[in-house]
């Protein structure tokens, strides 16, 4: 069992950045490869980026990549989503989530993998 707990959203103004974490509990973060999802009003959850294991692959959803990077420090239990050049498209909840199952990248987009997912937390980008 793995509780998935974001923080850092808040209301911005476009263009600047926002770094947001998520802190896993248990001992075998380091056996999931985590993924970050994002929701509008009225929107499909939407593929943000996902990473490994070991953090040494990552990808990304098109409408965010070269803007956003993803990371983890497996010693803490926590992935970070650091999101630059912030735009009012990207005004969204943004979830957190795990998975045991897929070890390819091209994966890491398939929200039906996740087996555990966080509360959520906002990310309101004013223009």
């Known amino acids: 069992q793995v509780q998935l707990v974001e923080s850092g959203g808040g209301l911005v103004q476009a263009g600047v950045s926002l770094r947001l974490s998520c802190a896993a509990s248990?001992?075998?973060?380091?056996?999931?490869?985590m993924g970050w999802f994002r929701q509008a009003p009225g929107k499909e959850r939407e593929f943000v980026g996902g990473?490994?294991?070991?953090?040494?692959?990552?990808d990304y959803g098109d409408s965010v990549k070269g803007r956003f990077t993803i990371s983890r420090d497996n010693a803490k239990n926590t992935v970070y989503l650091q999101m630059n050049s912030l735009k009012p498209e990207d005004t969204a909840v943004y979830y957190c989530?795990?998975?045991?199952?897929?070890?390819?990248?091209?994966?890491?987009?398939?929200?039906?993998?996740?087996?555990?997912w966080g509360q959520g937390t906002q990310v309101t980008v004013s223009s």
């Open positions: 248990g001992r075998t973060f380091s056996s999931y490869a």
């Open positions: 989530a795990a998975q045991s199952t897929c070890y390819i990248v091209t994966c890491y987009r398939a929200i039906g993998i996740y087996d555990y």
């Open positions: 990473i490994s294991r070991s953090g040494g692959m990552t």
